[in-house]
């Protein structure tokens, strides 16, 4: 049977991140290098280069082609996934939950807020997370 | 299904590999380098004290960490967490945690409001209306031949390396949008395509802020501004630079000749 799969995206190239602390042990990782993805984005040469100059360091497979045809055929019974706003890859998290289960992790917050889609300007912003910014993991318990 | 090799004796070999991946992709190398060990070092020689009193000028202690904190090699919060080992008060590196927390505060108002990555968040305050800021990318700009010399620099600068200072991105958006009135989305599309730290939460929400459309008034600069914080870096005489040779009060009355002052 097939092990669940974290996919990692572009905007979440660590083994630090949250992911990896609830995927289990057997899990493997993996990044899609994607050419329509990038073309979509329409990334300079020295951006895909950052990429894949970071991908090397980490214990990833790259696994090149099309991000759904390459998760259809993996077939995880669990993929995770770095939660993300990035409407591109949000679009493409979309396609891949109707192919297999999918549960997208957070990344650790910065600061802690309450009541947070109160504020659409920095400082209404910035009042509440004064509070917990100077403080180490933002105060929250790692 | 191809695995793609991770293995290269040199950098060289690494970007003739990303070449033949992406024919298609524009532009060159940066000097700039990914990975952790790259973060690493950088994030080791932050000096979040003297950034307070040096960040907006051109040569200030800024860290250069953005284009790994958006690829998430680092996290935000790690990273506030080293700049708290490297002060004896936190009240000393106060704006250093606001520059931190300007990115959050950026990502949370896009998850809140996915459709500001590419929608107008709010009129522009310009005395215009959307139809009026053209849809295309001038050639002289996407060239960095404007003519305006301290642009042009800029330009050269972001098309070549993939990272120019905050101050610099603030003006090359305003000369954009204001003094040559095209649409912000054309420019946030544009440093998406060439910023390594390109994320449309950051980059796309400041784009908004510079046009007006997510904030209460446009904003502009003059040549006075870019001599203040990049005398000697950039060429900023007044005779290569005319257009940006004026007062705020003269500015404002040229480029937004519909809005009345008080």
């Known amino acids: ?142 | 299904m191809e695995v793609l090799q991770k293995q290269f004796d040199d950098r060289e070999s690494l970007i003739t590999h990303v070449k033949a991946l992406a024919p298609w992709a524009e532009g060159e190398r940066s000097y700039i380098q990914g990975g952790r060990q790259k973060a690493d070092m950088k994030l080791a020689n932050i000096d979040p004290i003297a950034y307070a009193c040096t960040r907006n000028h051109g040569d200030g202690k800024i860290t250069r960490l953005s284009p790994y904190i958006h690829h998430g090699i680092l996290s935000l919060s790690e990273v506030r967490n080293h700049a708290l080992t490297k002060c004896s008060e936190p009240v000393q590196i106060t704006k250093f945690i606001q520059e931190l927390a300007w990115r959050d505060f950026w990502q949370r108002i896009l998850t809140t409001h996915p459709q500001w990555a590419w929608e107008d968040a709010e009129p522009y305050k310009t005395g215009f209306t959307p139809q009026d800021y053209a849809d295309v990318l001038p050639e002289d700009i996407a060239n960095g031949k404007t003519g305006v010399a301290c642009i042009d620099a800029f330009i050269h600068e972001l098309t070549a390396t993939g990272y120019i200072h905050n101050h610099a991105r603030m003006y090359l958006a305003s000369y954009m949008v204001h003094f040559r009135r095209i649409k912000w989305q054309i420019g946030a599309s544009w440093f998406l395509q060439h910023l390594l730290d390109g994320d449309i939460a950051s980059n796309n929400l400041s784009w908004q802020w510079v046009a007006s459309t997510l904030s209460h008034k446009p904003y502009i600069f003059n040549l006075e501004n870019v001599d203040k914080y990049f005398n000697k870096l950039v060429d900023t005489s007044p005779l290569t630079n005319q257009i940006l040779h004026a007062s705020y009060e003269t500015l404002q009355a040229i480029l937004f000749p519909n809005v009345r002052t008080a």
């Open chain 1, 1 to 142: 049977m097939n092990a669940p799969l974290v996919w990692l995206h572009e905007e979440a190239l660590r083994m630090t991140h949250p992911v990896f602390k609830v995927v289990p042990e057997r899990a493997k990782a993996i990044y899609v290098w994607d050419d329509g993805y990038f073309r979509q984005a329409n990334y300079s040469l020295k951006r895909l280069i950052f990429i894949y100059e970071t991908l090397c360091e980490l214990p990833v497979d790259i696994i090149h082609g099309n991000t759904l045809d390459v998760i259809r055929e993996l077939a995880p019974p669990a993929l995770y996934i770095p939660a993300t706003n990035n409407p591109l890859i949000v679009n493409i998290i979309a396609s891949i939950e109707a192919t297999v289960p999918v549960k997208v992790v957070e990344d650790e917050d910065f600061v802690v807020i309450k009541k947070p889609s109160e504020f659409d300007r920095f400082f209404q912003y910035w009042n509440k997370a004064k509070k917990t910014a100077f403080l180490h993991n933002g105060g929250i318990n790692a």
